[in-house]
């Protein structure tokens, strides 16, 4: 299912986004990798961004064995720690944002670590009833994709869309069936319009 899951939402990324092999990207909290091995030969190079130091090894093992030149591996918190100056053309995430306190602190990063023109595009639950992950569970139990995209706005991008990327299908403790919606969104940061801010009229 993962890797069905993640080629579902590769597949949607290259439908919205004109990725370009010019461009470093941004993935933040790619577990094992499976989307960035999926969008790697379309990007110049791509940042992994995940604090689980299991993940983390994890991924520099994936990494060696396959011998992939443009995938570099960072161990931080994103939402604890900050990622210095570096700038990207895209950042992505998947099944990652349900699990950040502090959703609209992240996106603010989100926008701070993009250049002008560049790209956001998150993948993760819909709004659901708390079943994914069960009791004792703090993070939010997926979103509505309207409020998100309301918040995408408020932090400065545009261009917003989404669609349903992905429906898991997942056999729940009392052998029943369940099904839960993945939304893939998009939306990118405006490049300043020329001659902004000179105050001349
Ligand atoms: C549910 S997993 C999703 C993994 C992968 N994106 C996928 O779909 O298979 C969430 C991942 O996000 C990472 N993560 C959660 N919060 C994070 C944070 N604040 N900074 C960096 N990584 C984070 C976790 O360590 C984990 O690897």
Same mark, same amino acid.
């Given at each position: ?8 939402v ?8 004109p990725?370009n ?13 499976l ?5 790697k030969?379309?990007l ?15 991924l ?9 030149e ?22 992505y ?13 992240i996106i ?5 670590m993009?250049? @002008? ?27 509505? @994709? ?14 917003i ?11 729940m403790a009392d052998?029943?069936?369940?099904q ?9 940061? @405006? ?11």
């Open positions: 299912m993962y890797h069905e899951r993640a080629a579902a590769a597949g949607e990324i290259r439908k919205v986004i990725l092999r010019e461009w470093r990207a941004l993935e933040f909290g790619p577990g094992t990798g989307l960035s091995l999926l969008l030969d379309q110049k190079e791509i940042t992994l961004i995940d604090s689980s130091a299991g993940m983390v090894k994890v520099n093992e994936k990494i060696a064995a396959e011998a992939v443009n995938l570099k591996v960072l161990h931080l918190d994103l939402e604890q720690e900050d990622h210095g100056d570096e700038k990207y053309d895209l950042i995430n998947l099944m990652v944002l349900h699990h950040v306190s502090d959703v609209e602190k603010g990063k989100f926008r701070d993009l250049n @002008p023109g560049g790209y956001l595009a998150v993948a993760d639950l819909c709004s659901e009833d708390g079943s994914f992950h069960g009791g004792g569970f703090t993070g939010h139990r997926g979103f509505n @994709p309207e409020t998100l995209a309301a918040m995408l706005v408020d932090r400065g991008f545009a261009g869309s989404h669609k349903t990327a992905y429906v898991i299908d997942r056999v052998g029943s069936r369940k839960f919606e993945v939304f893939l969104m998009t939306a990118s940061l @405006p490049k300043p319009k020329a001659g902004a801010g000179s105050g001349v009229s």
